[in-house]
């Protein structure tokens, strides 16, 4: 996340306001984890799987150390890896691709769609090749995918769908929440999330109870569940600790009514930003959670400059695609991805959270007003830029 003109008079984000609401609570959970000393495994964690679980709508969950474990872990459990390719959108933060990675499988990135720069399920389509052993559909920005369109795209190819709802918490599409529409889901709890805990946490949901125990055995050092002696396979260690599951709980019960103060900030802008800040489409069968109001703008940086010089935080999520970051990078050229490519040059991120104020959102505006007042009127994206539809890669 990128911040600046600190300190700053609307924050891109103010963390101390959210915790104080829920401060005698998590006060409450400290002490009581404190005086039963079960810092690992305590039976906090085992609560928070079961409400998480219910709230997701999966009944299922498996909490674990953080959101980049949890993607690595369902795909671990799926049995995914070396000779496998994993079809990913190339708009999303570098942890999709590196779980990609890190159980052997390669990324393929794909584009997005112009309104709203999710995974565009035409691309997914055409992607699609011999090697293809799933589909991550990242729920960005707090928007939860086309969820039907990339089933109906995994289940005639006989591919998982798998869900990063990092940025989702709580958001609906069509009804259904974030993380129970895939075979599985990962969910990160880093502070900064619409569920953040007070350090590193994640989650796996999922209705698949033999892929959960599998989850739950990898991520315990491959042991048995029924002798902690026995190791069946080679784990490793990610659990959620005791004590975020404990801090993680009260803000569970406010999740929906935080999450609805969100939309309310992003209906604030909708209403006062200037033409020339366009934010993101949202689908009509969504109900989204805004983790991020994202607009595209023109001459970004002088308008992040503007906004820095008078105390407004702001960031740019993400500023290079995946498929453009050396790390990912194969052979000598990157396939060719115009919607993200041409996004990313314009996106920024205004600030957003449960607390924050009318007058806050107001002056965001007025600063924009002010900073994008001579800049062009925004192109139409949706006509101008389409995403290209390229021919399954073929076995090597």
Known sequence: ??????????????????????????????????????????????????????????????????????????????????????????????????????????????????GDLLVDPAAVAAAVGPRTAAVVAVHLFGQVADMPALAAVADRHGLALVEDAAQAHGARRDGVRAGAAGVAAAFSFYPGKNLGALGDGGAVTSRDADLLARVRRLADHGRDPHDRHLHRTSGRNSRLDTLQAAALRPRLRRLDVDNEARRQVVARYAERLPARCRLLDVDPRSEPVHHLAVVRVDRRDEVGAALGAAGIGWGVHYPVPCHRQPAFRTGHHAPVLPVAEAAARRILSLPCFPAMTPAQVDRVADVLAGATRDTDPPPDDGAAIRPVVTAPRSTP
Do not use: K, S, Y
């Open 1 to 114: 996340m990128t911040t600046v003109g600190l300190p700053t008079a609307v924050p891109f984000l103010d963390l101390t306001a959210e915790h104080e609401r829920v401060r005698p609570e998590l006060d409450a959970a400290w002490t009581a984890v404190l005086a039963h000393g079960r810092f690992v495994g305590g039976p906090e964690v085992a609560a928070f799987e079961q409400e998480f679980g219910a709230f997701v709508g999966t009944g299922g969950c498996v909490g674990v150390g953080n959101g980049t474990d949890a993607l690595e872990l369902i795909l671990a459990a799926l049995g995914i890896g070396r000779g496998c390719e994993v079809i990913v959108p190339t708009n999303t933060f570098v942890a999709t691709a590196e779980a990609v990675r890190a159980v052997g499988a390669t990324p393929r990135f794909v584009d997005v769609r112009p």
